[in-house]
């Protein structure tokens, strides 16, 4: 049985989709009554949860069993993404262009790692042991080895970058370039980790804010004009766009269907890729990062 996590930023909960009858089972709450927290990305430890809270500068941990926080901890302002590797977080901190090394078991934050200006997500790629950062504020992307002596490489690439994901081989960065704030469209580039170039750009919709990789197909989520953009890595171009209304956020793919999050309508959006049916059920406020187990 395969479930969804869900971080509701504004309405500072989780919400748990249990996939086989799309519905939500749970709303694990992270507030505890006196500010806001703000759950904006989400990764898995272990038997756990870890959310990168935008709020309240933190991150929470999550007992999925009983379906409570148990632990949050302050790591730096404005917390957008996390991702572990063995007993360590890595979280990136938005107003602090740097990434913060938090050592989970000893409780406590161990490193900082600069980064390019206003870094939004973070993501790391066994086969070659490194993270990629993408850095909104100028237009970069910042390359790290794993290991207190690893390398830092910033790379350029298109406007208001939000999000960067390896292939599955490592052998490629793709980037989800947003162009946040211009009536231009936004376009996915596809970088070589071997020169770390820019070859080939296509363009999607207005706004792209998240995508998800499935083999040689990158679906991508336009927040600006409520369409999904399917684009083949191979063949370097956009196949199919798709209208779901709303402002579509997160995106993530199981077996033949899509699952969309609608920043606007609240809710969460199932897709059926081969009959093309939409299915949505209420959530909490503004869902973002979405995690399947």
């Keep these: 049985m395969s479930h969804l996590f869900i971080c509701n930023t504004s309405s500072d909960c989780i919400s ?13 709450t992270l507030n505890n009554g006196y500010h806001k927290i703000g759950p904006h990305g989400i990764c898995r430890y272990k038997d756990n949860l870890i959310t990168a809270n935008s709020y309240s500068n933190s991150i929470s941990i999550i007992d ?3 379906n409570i926080e148990i632990q949050n901890c302050f790591i730096g302002m404005h917390c957008n993404d996390v991702v572990t590797v063995e007993d360590y977080a890595y979280i990136v901190c938005g107003e602090l262009n740097n990434i913060v090394v ?3 078991v000893q409780n406590k934050v161990v490193e900082e790692i600069p980064c390019g200006n206003l870094p939004h997500n973070i993501q790391f790629n066994e086969k070659n ?3 990629v950062v993408s850095n909104m504020g100028n237009d970069t992307l910042t390359l ?6 690893g390398y830092i490489k910033n790379i350029k690439v298109g406007p208001y970058p939000i999000k960067a994901l390896f292939t599955r081989d490592g052998e490629y960065i793709v980037v989800c370039e947003s162009n946040l704030g211009s009536d231009q469209k936004g376009s996915i580039s596809i970088l070589s980790t071997k020169n770390l170039k820019v070859l080939y750009r296509i363009s999607v919709g207005n706004s792209p804010v998240d995508m998800v990789i499935d083999d040689n197909v990158c679906y991508v989520s336009n927040f600006g004009d409520g369409t999904l953009s399917f684009v083949d890595i191979n063949y370097y171009e956009e196949t199919n766009r798709i209208r779901i209304g709303g402002m579509p ?8 269907e899509l699952y969309v999050g609608d920043n606007y309508n609240n809710i969460l959006i199932k897709i059926d890729l081969e009959s093309g049916n939409k299915k949505n059920i209420p959530i909490g406020g503004e869902p973002t990062g979405m995690l399947l187990i």
């Design 64 to 66: 999925t069993t009983k």
């Design 129 to 131: 042991n490194l993270f």
């Design 249 to 256: 956020r997160g995106i993530v793919k199981e077996e033949n």
């Design 102 to 104: 938090f050592d989970i």
């Design 16 to 28: 748990r989709i249990n996939l086989s009858t799309f519905k939500e089972e749970n709303k694990i």
């Design 144 to 149: 790290i080895s794993a290991g207190k002596k």
